[in-house]
Protein backbone atom coordinates (compact mmCIF):
# COMPACT_ATOMS: atom_id res chain seq x y z
CA UNK A 1 0.00 0.00 0.00
CA UNK A 2 3.17 2.48 1.09
CA UNK A 3 4.30 1.96 -3.05
CA UNK A 4 1.02 2.38 -4.53
CA UNK A 5 0.41 5.78 -2.54
CA UNK A 6 3.95 7.09 -3.03
CA UNK A 7 3.89 6.65 -6.67
CA UNK A 8 0.80 8.24 -6.86
CA UNK A 9 1.85 11.08 -4.77
CA UNK A 10 4.50 11.44 -7.30
CA UNK A 11 2.14 11.21 -10.15
CA UNK A 12 0.25 13.93 -8.94
CA UNK A 13 3.37 16.17 -7.84
CA UNK A 14 5.24 15.62 -11.07
CA UNK A 15 1.66 17.26 -12.72
CA UNK A 16 1.35 19.40 -10.46
CA UNK A 17 4.60 20.73 -11.20
CA UNK A 18 5.04 20.35 -14.56
CA UNK A 19 1.60 22.76 -15.43
CA UNK A 20 1.81 25.01 -12.50
CA UNK A 21 5.05 25.70 -11.49
CA UNK A 22 7.49 24.85 -14.47
CA UNK A 23 8.63 27.42 -16.40
CA UNK A 24 5.76 29.00 -19.05
CA UNK A 25 5.28 27.45 -22.21
CA UNK A 26 7.16 29.62 -25.35
CA UNK A 27 5.21 30.51 -28.71
CA UNK A 28 7.84 28.22 -30.88
CA UNK A 29 7.09 25.18 -28.95
CA UNK A 30 4.32 23.28 -31.19
CA UNK A 31 6.91 24.58 -34.03
CA UNK A 32 10.13 22.98 -32.25
CA UNK A 33 8.46 19.62 -31.57
CA UNK A 34 7.07 19.07 -34.91
CA UNK A 35 10.97 20.11 -36.21
CA UNK A 36 12.56 17.35 -34.24
CA UNK A 37 9.26 15.04 -35.16
CA UNK A 38 10.23 14.98 -38.53
CA UNK A 39 13.79 15.63 -38.57
CA UNK A 40 13.84 19.50 -39.41
CA UNK A 41 17.07 19.89 -37.37
CA UNK A 42 18.77 22.49 -37.88
CA UNK A 43 19.09 24.98 -36.01
CA UNK A 44 18.57 22.60 -32.84
CA UNK A 45 20.49 22.63 -30.23
CA UNK A 46 22.17 19.19 -30.38
CA UNK A 47 21.66 18.56 -26.51
CA UNK A 48 17.96 19.36 -27.45
CA UNK A 49 17.86 16.67 -30.44
CA UNK A 50 19.25 13.86 -28.47
CA UNK A 51 17.01 14.24 -25.11
CA UNK A 52 14.09 13.91 -27.36
CA UNK A 53 14.98 10.81 -29.25
CA UNK A 54 16.47 9.56 -26.18
CA UNK A 55 12.63 10.15 -24.55
CA UNK A 56 11.34 7.82 -27.33
CA UNK A 57 14.31 4.77 -26.43
CA UNK A 58 12.91 4.91 -22.89
CA UNK A 59 9.22 3.90 -23.15
CA UNK A 60 11.01 0.61 -25.61
CA UNK A 61 13.03 -0.13 -22.48
CA UNK A 62 9.70 -0.19 -20.13
CA UNK A 63 7.79 -1.85 -22.84
CA UNK A 64 10.42 -4.40 -22.67
CA UNK A 65 9.53 -5.16 -19.21
CA UNK A 66 5.78 -3.84 -19.10
CA UNK A 67 4.59 -6.61 -21.63
CA UNK A 68 5.60 -8.99 -19.14
CA UNK A 69 4.81 -7.81 -16.17
CA UNK A 70 1.50 -7.06 -17.17
CA UNK A 71 0.64 -10.39 -17.59
CA UNK A 72 -0.04 -10.77 -14.23
CA UNK A 73 -1.82 -7.58 -13.14
CA UNK A 74 -5.58 -7.11 -13.44
CA UNK A 75 -4.52 -4.05 -15.36
CA UNK A 76 -3.49 -4.43 -18.98
CA UNK A 77 -0.26 -2.91 -19.44
CA UNK A 78 -0.26 -1.91 -22.80
CA UNK A 79 -2.23 1.46 -22.62
CA UNK A 80 -0.08 2.69 -19.95
CA UNK A 81 3.06 1.40 -22.07
CA UNK A 82 1.53 3.11 -25.41
CA UNK A 83 0.95 6.30 -23.98
CA UNK A 84 4.29 6.64 -22.54
CA UNK A 85 6.04 7.22 -26.20
CA UNK A 86 3.68 10.48 -25.71
CA UNK A 87 4.05 11.54 -22.02
CA UNK A 88 6.52 9.50 -20.74
CA UNK A 89 6.42 9.20 -17.01
CA UNK A 90 3.30 10.83 -16.66
CA UNK A 91 1.63 7.67 -18.20
CA UNK A 92 3.64 5.08 -16.54
CA UNK A 93 3.68 6.44 -12.68
CA UNK A 94 -0.10 5.49 -12.83
CA UNK A 95 0.45 1.96 -13.65
CA UNK A 96 3.28 1.64 -10.92
CA UNK A 97 0.71 2.75 -8.63
CA UNK A 98 -1.44 0.20 -9.64
CA UNK A 99 0.60 -2.76 -10.08
CA UNK A 100 1.01 -5.75 -7.88
CA UNK A 101 4.24 -7.40 -7.07
CA UNK A 102 4.44 -10.02 -9.89
CA UNK A 103 7.64 -12.48 -9.31
CA UNK A 104 6.05 -15.25 -12.09
CA UNK A 105 5.48 -15.42 -15.86
CA UNK A 106 2.86 -17.81 -16.90
CA UNK A 107 1.78 -18.87 -20.63
CA UNK A 108 3.81 -18.67 -23.95
CA UNK A 109 5.17 -15.66 -25.40
CA UNK A 110 3.43 -14.64 -28.65
CA UNK A 111 5.83 -13.12 -31.37
CA UNK A 112 5.71 -9.28 -29.57
CA UNK A 113 7.27 -10.54 -26.33
CA UNK A 114 9.70 -12.68 -28.10
CA UNK A 115 10.95 -9.41 -29.58
CA UNK A 116 10.74 -7.41 -26.54
CA UNK A 117 12.47 -10.18 -24.34
CA UNK A 118 15.29 -10.13 -27.13
CA UNK A 119 18.77 -9.50 -26.44
CA UNK A 120 19.25 -8.21 -29.80
CA UNK A 121 16.61 -5.41 -28.84
CA UNK A 122 18.18 -3.74 -26.34
CA UNK A 123 21.37 -4.38 -27.80
CA UNK A 124 20.21 -2.24 -30.74
CA UNK A 125 18.84 -0.04 -28.00
CA UNK A 126 22.07 0.84 -26.28
CA UNK A 127 23.90 1.67 -30.37
CA UNK A 128 21.42 4.16 -30.80
CA UNK A 129 21.21 5.37 -27.27
CA UNK A 130 25.16 5.73 -27.31
CA UNK A 131 25.11 7.32 -30.66
CA UNK A 132 22.41 9.84 -28.94
CA UNK A 133 24.57 10.89 -26.26
CA UNK A 134 27.68 11.42 -27.94
CA UNK A 135 26.11 13.19 -30.36
CA UNK A 136 24.17 15.30 -27.60
CA UNK A 137 27.63 16.23 -25.96
CA UNK A 138 28.81 17.81 -28.78
CA UNK A 139 26.17 20.87 -28.34
CA UNK A 140 25.86 23.75 -26.64
CA UNK A 141 25.50 23.66 -23.19
CA UNK A 142 25.35 26.97 -22.27
CA UNK A 143 22.24 27.17 -24.53
CA UNK A 144 20.29 23.92 -22.95
CA UNK A 145 20.19 25.69 -19.48
CA UNK A 146 18.80 28.43 -21.19
CA UNK A 147 16.61 26.60 -22.58
CA UNK A 148 15.41 24.65 -19.61
CA UNK A 149 15.32 27.55 -17.33
CA UNK A 150 12.82 29.69 -19.83
CA UNK A 151 11.04 26.90 -22.04
CA UNK A 152 8.20 24.24 -20.54
CA UNK A 153 8.66 21.78 -23.05
CA UNK A 154 13.09 21.25 -22.41
CA UNK A 155 12.47 22.18 -18.76
CA UNK A 156 9.84 19.03 -18.18
CA UNK A 157 11.43 16.64 -20.91
CA UNK A 158 14.63 17.03 -19.23
CA UNK A 159 12.95 16.02 -15.75
CA UNK A 160 10.78 13.65 -16.99
CA UNK A 161 14.06 11.83 -18.43
CA UNK A 162 15.74 11.70 -14.96
CA UNK A 163 12.67 10.53 -13.71
CA UNK A 164 12.49 7.73 -16.00
CA UNK A 165 15.63 6.98 -14.84
CA UNK A 166 14.54 6.57 -11.62
CA UNK A 167 11.92 4.74 -11.86
CA UNK A 168 12.90 1.54 -13.77
CA UNK A 169 14.16 -0.27 -10.21
CA UNK A 170 10.62 -0.58 -9.28
CA UNK A 171 10.66 -2.82 -12.21
CA UNK A 172 13.50 -4.52 -12.23
CA UNK A 173 13.67 -6.82 -9.19
CA UNK A 174 10.05 -8.29 -10.07
CA UNK A 175 11.73 -8.88 -14.02
CA UNK A 176 15.05 -10.56 -12.43
CA UNK A 177 12.82 -12.74 -10.06
CA UNK A 178 11.00 -13.84 -12.71
CA UNK A 179 13.87 -14.66 -14.64
CA UNK A 180 15.72 -16.82 -11.75
CA UNK A 181 18.37 -13.73 -12.08
CA UNK A 182 19.04 -13.21 -7.92
CA UNK A 183 22.13 -11.22 -8.25
CA UNK A 184 22.05 -7.94 -5.67
CA UNK A 185 24.80 -6.30 -6.84
CA UNK A 186 23.69 -6.63 -10.36
CA UNK A 187 20.54 -4.94 -9.36
CA UNK A 188 22.22 -1.73 -7.97
CA UNK A 189 24.63 -1.94 -10.96
CA UNK A 190 21.79 -1.42 -13.28
CA UNK A 191 19.36 0.69 -11.08
CA UNK A 192 22.46 3.30 -10.50
CA UNK A 193 23.51 3.71 -14.03
CA UNK A 194 21.54 5.69 -15.59
CA UNK A 195 19.76 4.83 -19.10
CA UNK A 196 22.42 2.25 -20.10
CA UNK A 197 22.26 0.18 -16.80
CA UNK A 198 18.58 -0.78 -17.95
CA UNK A 199 19.58 -0.76 -21.75
CA UNK A 200 22.79 -3.25 -20.71
CA UNK A 201 20.54 -5.47 -18.39
CA UNK A 202 18.10 -5.94 -21.67
CA UNK A 203 20.69 -7.15 -23.74
CA UNK A 204 22.25 -9.39 -20.52
CA UNK A 205 19.12 -10.77 -18.98
CA UNK A 206 18.01 -14.13 -19.42
CA UNK A 207 15.14 -15.23 -21.38
CA UNK A 208 11.69 -15.21 -19.81
CA UNK A 209 10.38 -18.77 -19.64
CA UNK A 210 6.40 -19.60 -19.05
CA UNK A 211 5.06 -21.38 -16.51
CA UNK A 212 2.58 -23.84 -17.55
CA UNK A 213 -0.83 -23.60 -14.88
CA UNK A 214 -0.07 -26.25 -11.99
CA UNK A 215 -2.05 -29.45 -12.77
CA UNK A 216 -4.68 -29.88 -10.49
CA UNK A 217 -4.09 -32.41 -7.60
CA UNK A 218 -5.95 -35.87 -8.42
CA UNK A 219 -8.48 -35.65 -5.89
CA UNK A 220 -9.46 -32.33 -6.95
CA UNK A 221 -9.37 -33.54 -10.50
CA UNK A 222 -11.69 -36.62 -9.84
CA UNK A 223 -13.97 -33.85 -8.13
CA UNK A 224 -14.24 -31.61 -11.26
CA UNK A 225 -14.84 -34.70 -13.50
CA UNK A 226 -17.72 -35.88 -10.97
CA UNK A 227 -19.35 -32.38 -11.23
CA UNK A 228 -19.21 -31.66 -15.28
CA UNK A 229 -20.47 -35.64 -15.35
CA UNK A 230 -23.45 -34.32 -12.88
CA UNK A 231 -23.73 -31.37 -14.85
CA UNK A 232 -24.32 -33.45 -18.17
CA UNK A 233 -27.15 -35.68 -16.45
Not at 46 to 55: G, K, R, S, Y
Not at 96 to 123: C, H, M, Q, V, Y
Amino acid sequence: MFRKIAFGLIWLGFLTYAFIFAPPDQPDTFELIKNLSVGQWQGINPIVIALFNLMGIWPVIYSAVLFIDGRGQKIPAWPFATASFAVGAFALLPYLALREPNLEFSGNKNLWLKLLDSRITGFILTIGAAILVASGLQGDWGNFVQQWQTSRFIHVMSLDFCLLSLLFPALLGDDMARRGMKNQPLFWLIALIPLFGPLIYLTVRSPQVGRSPSPLPEADAETVSNQQQSASN
